[in-house]
Nanobody, 124 residues
Framework: QVQLVESGGGLVQAGGSLRLACAAAGRTFSWYTMGWFRQAPGKEREFVAA????????DYADSVKGRFTISRDNAKNTVYLQMAGLKPEDTAVYYCAAARRELPRRTVYDYDYWGQGTQVTVSS
């Protein structure tokens, strides 16, 4: 079992930045591919970014490429999502997730553990 807790969400103006963090507890964090997803009201949960167990490989959705950066600190059992150039359409609940297999992992079915989510709201 892996327990995941997200933090860092909030309200920000368009063009602003936020950094989300996801702290993991339980089984060895470094064994897992980690991902970020988001879900806006009335929409399906969608892939945002993922990072390999070592941090050496990353993957991004086209909608966030060049604006968001995923990273991880295995010593702190934490994965981060640095978000810049935020747009109102980035408004959603953001979830982190852990997968027992390597990249690419882009669907919700690829992930074994999920956090509760953190709200990000971008005002225009």
């Amino acid at each position: 079992q892996v327990q995941l807790v997200e933090s860092g969400g909030g309200l920000v103006q368009a063009g602003g930045s936020l950094r989300l963090a996801c702290a993991a507890a339980g089984r060895t964090f470094s064994w897992y591919t980690m991902g970020w997803f988001r879900q806006a009201p009335g929409k399906e949960r969608e892939f945002v970014a993922a990072i390999s167990w070592s941090g050496g490989s990353t993957d991004y959705a086209d909608s966030v490429k060049g604006r968001f950066t995923i990273s991880r600190d295995n010593a702190k059992n934490t994965v981060y999502l640095q978000m810049a150039g935020l747009k109102p359409e980035d408004t959603a609940v953001y979830y982190c997730a852990a997968a027992r297999r390597e990249l690419p992992r882009r669907t919700v079915y690829d992930y074994d553990y999920w956090g509760q989510g953190t709200q990000v709201t971008v005002s225009s």
